[in-house]
C-alpha cells in the first residue's frame, strides 16, 4: 500500500463498521433488506459461504458474520443448503442471503461441445435460479462459457446465448437477475463485448456482477465501469497484483486503483452489493477483510 492508501486504511479502520448508509442508486439490486447498512456511503458487503472458515451451523456462520459488521451471505447452488435451513438462519441472525453463484459453470459450461453437457449446465442454472428466490436473494451469477482448443469465441457466444435465452423466461417470473462475471475464460475479455453480449440477450433480468480484480490481467478495472455503465448490478471485490503475488494480493495491496474505481461506480450512480471473493477464514480473519473493504467504499465521493 501507498502511504496515502495505509493512512486512509488505518484511518478508517475504527470506524469502519459503524459508517452510515446512503440511498441506493437506481441500478443496483434493490430489496428490503437494503436499508440499513453496516457499510460506508450505501453499499453492502457480504462475503461467499466458501470462504467463511468458521465451525458449526449455516446460522453460527452468519451470526459472526452479522457481528462483524457484513450486510449479507451469497450461497452456491446447486449443491447449497435446503431452503428451510436458510430460512431460519435467517430468522435467527437477521442476516440476508444475497444471492448464489452457479456451483457448475465452469465444468458443465453452456458453451460446451456436448448438447448433453450443455442441457445439464442450463438445468443447473435454472437450479440456481430457483434456489436464490426461495433463499431470498435477487441474482445468480453465472460463468456463461468458456474459449477452449475445441470451443472457438464464435462457437461459446452463440452457444451460451442460446442456452441462457432459455432460462430468462424463469428468471423474469421469479425475478432473480442471471450476472455475467468476468473471468480468466477467454471469453469477453473486455468491457465492449461484454456489454454487447449482455444486450443480445435482451432482458432486464440479465446483467454484469463486475469482478474487480479479475480485470486487471485485461485493462485497468476503472476502465471497465463507464462502458458497462448501468448493466453493473453487483461487484466482486478482490485484488491482484503484477508483481507474482497474483490473486494473493490482499485487498488494497494489489494494482487496482480502488479510489478511481470507486469514482467510477460513482459516476454512474452504482452502489449496492460487493461481495469479497478472496482468501477466508476465521473471525480474525473476516474482521480484515470486513475493514478493508470498508476502507474501498469509502473512497467513493460523496
Not at 25 to 53: E, H, L, R
Not at 91 to 108: A, E, F, M, N, Y
Not at 253 to 280: C, N, S
Request: charged share 25%.
Amino acid at each position: 500500500m501507498s502511504d496515502t492508501t495505509r493512512r486512509d486504511f488505518l484511518k478508517s479502520s475504527a470506524a469502519c463498521l459503524t459508517a452510515a448508509s446512503l440511498p441506493l442508486a437506481a441500478n443496483s439490486i434493490a430489496s428490503a433488506d437494503m436499508k440499513k447498512s453496516n457499510t460506508p456511503k450505501g453499499f453492502k458487503k457480504s462475503v461467499k459461504i466458501g470462504m467463511v472458515g468458521i465451525k458449526g451451523t449455516l446460522a453460527e456462520k452468519m451470526q459472526v458474520l452479522k457481528e462483524l459488521g457484513y450486510d449479507a451471505l451469497e450461497l452456491n447452488s446447486p449443491g447449497g443448503p435446503s431452503a428451510d435451513e436458510v430460512k431460519a438462519a435467517i430468522d435467527k441472525t437477521g442476516l440476508p442471503i444475497h444471492g448464489v453463484v452457479d456451483s457448475v459453470h465452469w465444468r458443465q459450461t453452456l458453451s460446451d461441445s456436448s448438447p448433453d453437457v450443455r442441457a445439464k449446465g442450463l438445468e443447473a442454472l435454472k437450479t440456481a435460479i430457483r434456489a436464490s428466490k426461495s433463499y431470498g436473494g435477487t441474482s445468480v451469477l453465472l460463468v456463461p462459457g468458456k474459449v477452449t482448443k475445441e470451443v472457438t469465441y464464435d462457437q461459446c457466444w452463440e452457444r451460451s446465448i442460446a442456452e441462457i435465452k432459455k432460462a430468462i423466461p424463469l428468471a423474469e417470473e421469479l425475478n432473480i437477475q442471471i450476472l455475467m462475471e468476468n473471468v480468466w475464460n477467454d471469453f469477453l475479455t473486455d468491457p465492449t463485448e461484454t456489454a454487447r453480449f449482455i444486450d443480445e440477450l435482451e432482458s432486464d433480468h440479465v446483467g454484469a456482477y463486475f469482478d474487480v480484480g479479475n480485470a486487471v490481467r485485461y485493462s485497468p478495472p476503472h476502465e471497465w465501469v463507464p462502458i458497462l455503465g448501468k448493466r453493473i448490478k453487483k461487484l466482486d471485490i478482490k485484488d491482484y497484483s503484477k508483481d507474482g503475488r497474483g490473486f494473493k494480493a490482499d485487498i488494497l495491496d494489489g494494482d487496482v486503483d480502488w479510489p478511481k474505481v470507486m469514482q467510477a461506480l460513482h459516476k454512474i450512480g452504482f452502489t449496492g452489493y460487493g461481495t469479497a471473493e478472496i482468501r477466508g477464514g476465521d473471525k480474525a480473519r473476516l474482521t480484515e477483510i470486513a475493514k478493508r473493504m470498508n476502507t474501498i467504499f469509502d473512497y467513493y465521493p460523496g
